[in-house]
């Protein structure tokens, strides 16, 4: 069983920076995608930003060059930097991995981490 564990989450002013992470445990797994998605007060999850296995990124169009995501393959975790901060940022940011674990698919998510951006 793989487990995600996210923290760097926080309440910053609008303006502000955090730097978000996903530490990833568990034994004779491989990840292919890591991902950060987020959820706001009553709206759907939505895909924030994701990294491949040969680093390709991809970004939501809201990010607007703002969020940097990256990742340790060696630990292995990913980070979401997060750069001029809106409070329309505000959510609870998901992490979201793909891989394979004992030749078997899977798809794991994190508990989640709270931003909440002031005006």
């Known amino acids: 069983q793989v487990q995600l564990e996210e923290s760097g989450g926080g309440l910053v002013q609008a303006g502000g920076s955090l730097k978000l992470s996903c530490a990833v445990s568990?034994?004779?797994?491989?990840?292919?995608?890591m991902a950060w998605y987020r959820q706001g007060p009553g709206r759907q999850r939505e895909m924030v930003a994701v990294?491949?296995?040969?680093?390709?990124?991809n970004y939501a169009h809201f990010v607007e060059g703002r969020f940097t995501i990256s990742r340790d393959t060696v630990r292995p975790t990913a980070y979401l930097q997060m750069t001029s901060l809106k409070p329309e940022d505000t959510a609870v940011y998901l992490c979201?991995?793909?891989?394979?674990?004992?030749?078997?698919?899977?798809?794991?998510w994190g508990q989640g981490t709270q931003v909440t951006v002031s005006s």
């Open positions: 979201n991995v793909i891989g394979t674990q004992g030749g078997w698919s899977f798809g794991s």
């Open positions: 990294i491949t296995d040969s680093s390709n990124t």
């Open positions: 568990g034994s004779d797994f491989e990840l292919t995608t």
